[in-house]
């Protein structure tokens, strides 16, 4: 037989709805603040990710797929979207003295180690701006992962980090600072660090390793190189933070090592997911557009790991419920006479049509009213319908509350009993 390759995932029928649920509440709530969508295909020059993403990051020294076409062309399966997104909008004239707020969803590829949370192929969903330059825009994007959290329900497991790294030359200041600090005591480094006080040296700050973390405590730090302006533009992202009552932890160590990236960087993390804590990765990237071939255009982002996501979600719901308890359906259409299922298909499609967000399953393949409200439970529906004549009239509901035997059962006009339906 022939197996999946390694790190590309599989979703299997059992975890399928959960996906579709949580792609359809974080596209809605895309959509909601009006960011448009984009789609962007899987393969790009190898050009693009080299200059877009940089050269001396992990994703391009180590982690990308790439390939010959059969032209001789280097291809690369996209490692992440935003280099796509700028090349896309660059190339189709939608940059230049226009501001654009867009979205893009899918799979990326990076060639790392798979373990929970972490694979070669995985989902991002990714909002991204071009065009503004303040720190509203910054909160803007803030606002909108936290209105994600809010949509799924797992706002209390997640933690925002934040940080500036000032303008590019206070961030080149700080650059030739910390080289000259660490480059007398290199070879204390961990060997990661040590390649990177040459490639990439901000990078360094990220290091895992207690000792690296030990000599760092002695370094310059970001905050003192930052400049003036800088600093207004990360107060203002914090007083709009404070006004949509956002909370969040500054991180002076919190950096994105590319060249580009200027001001704002956020991060939020989980603690419930082990080692693979980040959930969404984000900040402002004003250099980005001037760096891919364009005129200088401010430009800001995020980016959402969604197999992350889903992981807390799943978490979340676990943690709600009683353990082992299926949650495949809300409302259970009961059928009691042999007679009347087409009475029940109609009510059914009427309770999907009225009742969007609930999943409304209808039993198949009779058996007495018992038999019906167990399997009902067992699906982990909150109520059951019964439906009781053949009559096709739609005028009541009966409702048979499954999780609270103070209400028990009722009969409902059918508007009534919508209404009803809709405090589940
Ligand atoms: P990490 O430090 O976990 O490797 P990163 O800094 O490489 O993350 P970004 O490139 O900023 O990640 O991507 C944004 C988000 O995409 C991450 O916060 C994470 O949730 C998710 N992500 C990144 N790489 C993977 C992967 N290999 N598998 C699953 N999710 C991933
Ligand atoms: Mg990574």
């Known amino acids: 037989m022939v ?40 393969l790009e020059f190898t050009e693009l990710f080299a200059r877009g ?3 001396a990051t992990d994703i391009v020294e180590k982690e990308m797929y790439t390939l010959a ?9 996209r490692p992440e979207g935003t280099a796509s997104s700028v090349r896309m909008l660059q190339e189709h004239g939608l940059l230049y003295n226009q501001t654009q707020r867009v979205y893009y969803a899918g799979p990326m590829f990076r060639y790392e180690k798979p373990q929970k949370g972490r694979y070669r192929q995985f989902y991002q969903i990714g909002a991204e701006a071009y065009g503004f330059a303040g720190p509203d825009i910054d909160g803007e994007l803030i606002g909108l992962g ?4 809010q949509a799924l329900g797992i706002e209390t497991m997640v933690t925002l980090e934040i940080n500036t790294l000032g303008s590019s030359e206070a961030r080149q200041l700080y650059r030739t600072a910390l080289v000259d600090f660490l480059t007398p005591m290199s070879e204390l480094l961990d060997e990661d660090s040590r390649r990177r006080l040459e490639t990439n040296p901000m990078r360094i700050l990220d290091s895992k390793n207690p000792a690296t973390q030990a000599l760092l405590e002695k370094a310059p730090k970001l905050p003192d190189f930052v400049d003036v302006q800088s600093l207004e533009h990360y107060e203002g992202l914090k007083l709009l933070l404070d006004a949509m009552q956002i909370p969040y932890q ?3 160590n919190l950096v994105r090592g590319l060249d580009y990236y200027t001001h704002t960087v956020f991060e939020w993390t989980t ?25 200088p255009t401010p430009g800001v982002g995020f980016a959402i790991g ?13 943690n709600a419920k009683a353990p082992g308890q299926d949650r495949s359906a809300d409302i259970y259409v009961c059928v009691t006479q042999p ?3 087409s009475a029940a298909l109609v009510v059914a499609n009427a309770l999907r049509q009225a009742l969007p967000k609930r999943r409304v399953r209808q039993h198949m393949g009779g058996g007495n009213l018992k038999k019906q409200l167990k399997k009902a439970d067992a699906c982990g529906a909150d109520v059951a319908i019964l439906i009781e004549s053949d009559a096709l009239d739609q005028q009541t509901l009966t409702i048979k509350h499954l999780r609270d035997a103070s209400i028990g059962q009722e009969t409902l006009a059918f508007d009534a009993g919508i209404a009803r339906l809709q405090q589940y």
């Open 69 to 77: 076409d059969r032209d001789g062309d280097s291809l690369s399966l």
């Open 306 to 318: 969604l197999d992350r996501v889903v992981l807390l979600h799943e978490l979340a719901e676990a």
């Open 146 to 149: 936290w209105a994600c959290w």
């Open 339 to 341: 007679d009347c299922s």
């Open 271 to 295: 603690q419930d997911l082990g080692s693979q804590g980040a959930v969404c990765a984000g900040g402002r990237y004003d250099g980005l557009v001037e760096r891919l071939g364009g005129r």
């Open 53 to 55: 993403v940089g050269e």
């Open 250 to 252: 500054e991180n002076p």
């Open 3 to 42: 197996r999946a390759v390694r790190g590309m995932r599989d979703i299997l029928p059992e975890q399928g709805r959960r996906w579709d649920l949580v792609e359809g509440e974080l596209t809605r709530v895309l959509q909601r603040h009006a960011y448009e969508a984009i789609r962007l295909p899987l």
